[in-house]
């Protein structure tokens, strides 16, 4: 079945380190996606990929970086910038142009936390 | 500029009685609208989906939408709500031309047995 896997689903992270979500995709899309979490914010826009080899930055970047080196994988790292990590990050692809209709396929998450 | 409102944070219901969550947008240009579900600790599902083709959707699980472009908005609704509806709800703008899903900030439903 085709889908998006997250891993891992829960992730600690220590003071100053540095650590990196997996979002690897089978669905042959060339739109990935990164997003946080938070309670009763919604979703919002970390970073996005339209084709391999180009990302771009979304609402809230800072802190945080991305590759695309394979249309499959979207790796996100998340730098010690980033001062309140604690979150719910989730990975999402589509075919492009949101605004034809293309819905987007989520993965599972995973839940980041400061130890 | 999109944006996206949900109108209630919580909504709660008794099983069996229909369910109403309301979503108002706004676009500058023709809109695709989407509805999403998250259960705990999980990724978000897709509902339905409008692109202007009906303005009716119908969806997976006994859910359907309206798209109403006068009152700029796009409710979910299903007649009779079940135990295992409970979860949280986001409706999402999408416009052509940019790469943006502009994300409601959710409504928690609650079903009461």
């Known amino acids: 079945d085709g889908g998006i896997t997250q891993s891992p689903k829960y992730l600690f992270r220590k003071e100053g380190q540095n650590v990196t979500l997996s979002c690897e995709q089978n669905l042959n899309h060339d739109a990935m996606y990164w997003y946080r979490q938070d309670p009763g914010q919604g979703l919002r826009l970390i970073y996005y990929?339209?084709?391999?080899?180009?990302?771009q930055k979304g609402d809230i970047a800072e802190g945080y970086s991305v590759s695309r080196e394979k249309k499959e994988s979207f790796p996100l790292t998340v730098t010690s910038a980033q001062k309140n990590p604690t979150a719910f990050y989730l990975c999402?692809?589509?075919?492009?142009?949101?605004?034809?209709?293309?819905?987007?396929?989520f993965g599972d998450g995973t839940r980041l936390s400061i130890l | 500029a999109q944006s996206v409102t949900q109108l209630d944070s919580h909504v709660s219901v008794s099983e069996g009685t229909p369910v109403l969550l309301r979503c108002n947008y706004s676009s500058s240009y023709s809109p695709s609208l989407f509805w999403y579900v998250q259960h705990p600790n999980k990724g978000l599902q897709l509902l339905l989906k409008?692109?202007?083709?009906?303005?009716l959707v119908k969806g997976i699980n006994g859910f359907e939408a309206e798209f109403k472009k006068s009152e700029t908005s796009f409710h979910l609704t299903k007649p009779s709500a079940h135990m295992s509806d409970a979860a949280e709800y986001f409706c999402v703008v999408a416009t052509s031309g940019t790469y943006k899903y502009i994300f409601g900030t959710g409504t928690r439903l609650k079903v009461l047995a």
């Open positions: 990929s339209q084709i391999v080899n180009d990302f």
């Open positions: 409008y692109t202007s083709a009906a303005t």
């Open positions: 999402a692809s589509s075919i492009w142009d949101p605004g034809q209709g293309q819905p987007q396929h």
